[in-house]
């Protein structure tokens, strides 16, 4: 996806930045995760273990996950909040957790970046705030940036991305392929509206109440040693997609990502959904996140192979929660089989743009979802060629 400007951090998992103000070092061994549950690839079915897998989507709750890829890892959203604490997410609106997360903070591993969708106490909560170390990189919206970056103690590694920019993460020796090349990990803003567009979104933009929110593009390959001098991992060189919606609406802007991706395909969306509404849930006026039919929306635009769902039932301000989610894939389906079957082709079944994601158009939407409890994990291995395993 072409950018309009492009920032350069390099990674060396050997001296990684601790995330924790208490961490002073590096921890030899390094603390290890075991998910719960391991999940695949729907289709085809792996030929080989989880053992064998070198990359992975662990999901804590809420929006907050560890994507790890080839020695490279990053946080998204920390919010590790328990049931029963609240947060504040706008003037005189506050909410309610109702689920735990997976693990606590000082259960993480080491980490390379957070990658921050905005800044909101429910994807970086005070606890978080207070606990980091305030040189740890933190990759976010301009915002975020500015917030972050004002505080009395303030945080000195912040990087502000607008839309379409875009900051490559560049392994070290230590993570080189068998082919001598550094694995390389492309993070690009991507648009979001938080806020329904019209009069709400006049009004908030003039309060500031709601802020402002990226999604995200990470997408996954291998350079030369040092960083080119040409545009960074051209579409032909990118070997694995995933698609963070972040906490927005289906709005128009979302289909420019389409658009600039042209026939790439994305591999795995993460979609936050729970239909958030604020004030709150005695009063829900107006929604601020996706709810099932917007996400349904949402997959049959971006035509991912695989697509998670997360931010769906963890405060009490989130009204549509999984099942809504799920009954409308399957609605989607029916869908489908309706106008096939008008068309005459009985047992078939596509989505728009079929065959831009590698032969899954012909899947019911339904068995591309997978569906992943707290402190389970989804796995791939992708190679130098591209080839997922």
């Not at 997408?219 to 579409?235: H, N, Y």
């Not at 958030?276 to 991912?304: E, N, S, Y």
């Not at 697509?307 to 399957?330: A, K, Q």
């Amino acid at each position: 996806m072409a950018a309009t400007k492009t920032t350069y951090l390099e990674l060396n998992p050997l001296k990684r930045t601790p995330l924790l103000k208490v961490q002073t070092h590096h921890p030899d061994p390094e603390p290890t995760i075991n998910a719960k549950a391991t999940h695949h690839h729907p289709f085809p079915l792996p030929k080989e273990t989880s053992s064998s897998e070198n990359g992975r989507v662990y999901w804590i709750g809420n929006a907050t996950t560890i994507i790890e890829w080839h020695g490279i890892r990053i946080l998204t959203d920390p919010n590790f909040l328990h049931a029963g604490d609240h947060v504040h997410l706008g003037p005189g609106v506050t909410a309610q957790r109702l689920k735990d997360p997976a693990i606590d903070m000082h259960e993480l591993p080491p980490l390379d970046c957070i990658l921050l969708s905005h800044y909101h106490e429910d994807h970086f909560d005070k606890q978080v705030e207070e606990s980091i170390n305030r040189s740890f990189p933190i990759i976010s919206t301009p915002h975020a940036k500015a917030a972050l970056e004002s505080k009395p103690e303030k945080f000195t590694s912040v990087y502000g991305l607008d839309f379409f920019e875009d900051l490559m993460l560049v392994g070290n020796s230590s993570t080189e392929s068998k082919s001598g090349k550094k694995p390389v990990v492309k993070v690009t803003a991507t648009p979001g509206k938080h806020v329904p567009p019209g009069p709400l979104s006049a009004i908030n933009d003039f309060l500031g109440a709601v802020p402002p929110t990226n999604g995200w593009l990470i997408e996954m390959g291998f350079t030369i040693p040092s960083p080119p001098a040409q545009p960074p991992l051209p579409a032909e060189e990118v070997k694995y997609r995933i698609y963070i919606s972040g906490d927005t609406l289906f709005v128009d802007e979302l289909k420019e990502i389409k658009q600039r991706l042209r026939n790439e395909k994305i591999n795995l969306m993460l979609v936050h959904l729970g239909g958030t509404t604020i004030p709150g849930p005695k009063a829900p006026l107006f929604m601020v996140t996706m709810d099932g039919k917007q996400g349904v929306k949402l997959m049959r635009l971006m035509d991912p192979e695989v697509t998670i769902p997360v931010h769906f039932d963890d405060y009490d301000v989130m009204l549509s929660g999984l099942d809504d989610f799920l009954g409308e894939v399957e609605g989607m389906d029916d869908e489908d089989e309706r106008v096939n079957a008008d068309e005459g082709k009985e047992g078939e079944w596509k989505a728009e743009g079929e065959g831009a994601a590698g032969g899954m158009g012909k899947m019911k939407w339904k068995d591309r979802v997978v569906v992943l409890g707290r402190g389970e994990e989804y796995v791939f291995r992708v190679d130098e060629s591209g080839k997922e395993e």
